[in-house]
């Protein structure tokens, strides 16, 4: 296990006081297999950084799983505080580094704590928010009071800094993924964009973080967690071309988190219902963010569910492994009715 110690002695880590525990292992069927999806509370796994972890924002670089949530006032601290929780290994049983403070100036209200809806990595190393180095800079979504508003922002985890920050931001986004073209000038992010209460995916040029692009498609009600994966990755889960993955929270009483699964142009290609339920059953409650480690092909579940709030993980099995992967439409519980 590599060294708390020694990961604190970088520029803006800090090491915090608690570590996930485990709460539940649950059986699921994921894409035709039945799966284990192990459960760990880490409501407090940033202490005394943050207050409480509540998971908004999740993504994986260079083995290591970080995860964003919310945050108060530099006068009145709360939820993550402007720190993102890194996660060595996706140990999600060890203590995480605390990595920040991360704040942004909002105008006359002065300096607050950056407290990521979504995070990304643009690992093209050009364009909005690239970087040098093993260390991965961040690129975050916010909303801010007045007079800053909505923010696009990247955050410098080898520094804990922030820059090129975008008030004002045009897209009221739950969550955000980099999704790499053939070449730089076709790279994008995806947005979930909630403006107007009309849940969409949207694309901007990941040249300027700015520059809006077609392809905009309809999403349910309650889609709050996003994930990208190449065409090469998507042979775990019976695809063969790019894909987002996008987690739908419940929205009525009864219903259950989704795990949908689309083309880049919009095809629903399958919809699997998960184990729902409030922490204290040992289930997933709200499931606002998703991440992948490629290596081990584990696919992670942030559940924002306030003083319990958790993370899911389970192993996707290779097709032709312990099972096949199916690719029809799984019904566990009542299934969310149709809009």
Known sequence: MKSIVSLCALAGLAASASAGTLNNTVNATLFGANRSISIYRVASDLQPSGPRLEPEGMTWYNGDLYVSGDAGSLASPSESNGYIARYIGGNLASTPVAVGQFTVVNGTAGARPVGPEGITVNTRGVGYGAFAGMQPTLVAVDGFASPTGRILTSLDTATATTSNTIGNYPINSDDIAFVPGSSAA???????????????????????????????????????????????EAFWFGQSQDLLL???????????????????TGTLLSSTALPTGNAASGLLQNIEALAWDPSTQRLFFGDENGVSSQIGVVVIPAPGAAAVLGLGVLAMGRRRRSR
């Open 246 to 264: 996008v987690a739908v929270s419940p929205e009525f009483a009864g219903d259950s988190n989704l795990l949908n699964v689309y083309s880049l």
């Open 186 to 232: 076709s790279d994008r992010f995806a947005f979930i964009d909630g403006t107007g209460g009309a849940n969409q995916i949207r694309f901007v040029s990941a040249a300027d973080g700015t520059t809006a692009l077609p392809g905009t498609f309809n999403l349910p009600n309650q889609s709050k967690g996003l994930l990208f994966l190449p065409a090469s």
